[in-house]
Nanobody, 122 residues
Framework: VQLQASGGGMVEAGGSLRLSCVAS????????MGWFRQAPGTEQMFVAA????????WYADSVKGRFTISRDNAKNTVYLQMNSLKPEDTAVYFC????????????????WGQGTQVTVSS
């Protein structure tokens, strides 16, 4: 399985960005996909996840109400719509996929994409 993330960039506080993650290869068997982020000098942090059917989602408390995860299975793509961005959202964002449903634990994800930088200026 290969994951390709895109959509990062630089925005001012209060702005929006949409990240995309395209899955390719042997995607059969994947049960969910998620987003994590890591700021310099900090540990990787769970952001959001969505199951393969799209009817269950999970969010970190810090992004609830501001971020929305969704998916388009026809395109094997997961999106992270980020609104009302804050400077503390600045980080490298990674998408990931897993074979067993443990949606908020990075160690439980089996496949990872490259990161995409999100920078929010104050």
């Amino acid at each position: 399985v290969q994951l390709q993330a895109s959509g990062g960039g630089m925005v001012e506080a209060g702005g929006s960005l949409r990240l995309s993650c395209v899955a390719s290869g042997r995607t059969f068997g994947l049960v969910d996909m998620g987003w994590f982020r890591q700021a310099p000098g900090t540990e990787q942090m769970f952001v959001a996840a969505i199951n393969w059917s799209g009817d269950s989602t999970w969010y970190a408390d810090s992004v609830k109400g501001r971020f929305t995860i969704s998916r388009d299975n026809a395109k094997n793509t997961v999106y992270l719509q980020m609104n009302s961005l804050k400077p503390e959202d600045t980080a490298v964002y990674f998408c990931a996929a897993q074979l067993k449903l443990v949606p908020n634990q990075a160690s439980a994800f089996d496949y990872w994409g490259q990161g995409t930088q999100v920078t929010v200026s104050s």
